[in-house]
C-alpha cells in the first residue's frame, strides 16, 4: 500500500513563511508527478502546484512568485515552499501523487494517492 505523508503546517503570522514536506514509497516516486492541492472551509479543492517527473514546476496565478515547489528524488520528497503567506492561503494542504506509466501490454496507467493532509493557518 502506497502511503502519501505530509508535514510542516501549523499557524504563521501574515507575510511569514512555511515549507511543506510529502513523502511517499521510494519505489513509485520517481515515476511519479507530484501535486499539492489546498481546501479551505466552505470552498473546493483547488489546485496549488505540480511537479513533473523531469521537475517541471507549474503554480496556479494566486501562489506565483511566493511558493516553489521542489522535489528531492533522493529523499522521496516533494517540498513547497511558502512566502509572502496572506490570510487567503489559509487551508488544508494536500499532497497528490500521481504515478503513471505503461503497461507489458503497451496500455498507459495512472494511478492516484492522496495524503491526509496539513492544515495551514495565516493570521495575526
Known amino acids: 500500500q502506497v502511503q502519501v505523508v505530509e508535514s510542516g503546517g501549523g499557524l504563521v503570522q501574515p507575510g511569514g513563511s512555511l515549507r511543506l514536506s510529502c513523502a511517499t514509497s521510494?519505489?513509485?516516486?520517481?515515476?511519479?508527478?507530484m501535486y499539492w492541492y489546498r481546501q479551505a472551509p466552505g470552498k473546493q479543492r483547488e489546485l496549488v502546484a505540480s511537479?513533473?517527473?523531469?521537475?517541471?514546476?507549474n503554480y496556479t496565478d494566486s501562489v506565483k512568485g511566493r511558493f516553489t515547489i521542489s522535489r528531492d528524488n533522493a529523499k522521496n520528497t516533494v517540498l513547497l515552499r511558502m512566502n509572502s503567506l496572506e490570510p487567503e492561503d489559509t487551508a488544508v494542504y494536500y499532497c497528490?501523487?500521481?504515478?503513471?506509466?505503461?503497461?507489458?501490454?503497451?496500455?498507459?496507467?495512472?494511478?492516484?494517492?492522496w495524503g491526509q493532509g496539513t492544515q495551514v493557518t495565516v493570521s495575526s
Open positions: 511537479i513533473s517527473t523531469g521537475g517541471m514546476p
Open positions: 521510494g519505489s513509485i516516486f520517481s515515476s511519479s508527478a
Open positions: 497528490k501523487v500521481v504515478q503513471s506509466g505503461v503497461s507489458m501490454y503497451g496500455s498507459p496507467y495512472a494511478y492516484a494517492y
